[in-house]
């Protein structure tokens, strides 16, 4: 069973930054398309980011460009988000997602596996 947990999560003001961790178990996941996506209240789950396995190639939505890098630690297994000038309109229910046929999967929205979720909060 493979399980993707995310942390990092919490209530924020907007300006302030958060960074995002996803530590995948029961496999490594050096070899996997990682990215995040969220889900706001009402609205469908969107595409946020994603990195190739080797970190090659990155990926941003409109929205976070300038302000959201991923970046993935082989050695440690893990993916993280950093979120700078964080905006009340990136409140959201975070959610980590890999793959292992490549990147433009996890791009498109169709990844493998997923997470549960963290809960990110921007009040204005």
């Known amino acids: 069973q493979v399980h993707l947990v995310e942390s990092g999560g919490g209530l924020v003001q907007a300006g302030d930054s958060l960074r995002l961790s996803c530590a995948p178990s029961g496999r490594t996941f050096s070899n996997y398309a990682m990215g995040w996506f969220r889900q706001a209240p009402g609205k469908e789950r969107e595409f946020v980011t994603a990195i190739s396995w080797n970190g090659g190639r990155t990926y941003y939505a409109d929205a976070v460009k300038g302000r959201f890098t991923i970046s993935r630690d082989s050695a440690k297994n893990t993916v993280s988000l950093q979120m700078n000038t964080l905006k009340a309109e990136d409140t959201a229910v975070y959610y980590c997602?890999?793959?292992?046929?490549?990147?433009?999967?996890?791009?498109?929205?169709?990844?493998?596996?997923w997470g549960q979720g963290t809960q990110v909060t921007v009040s204005s």
């Open positions: 997602a890999a793959d292992d046929v490549g990147v433009l999967r996890v791009r498109n929205g169709h990844p493998k596996y």
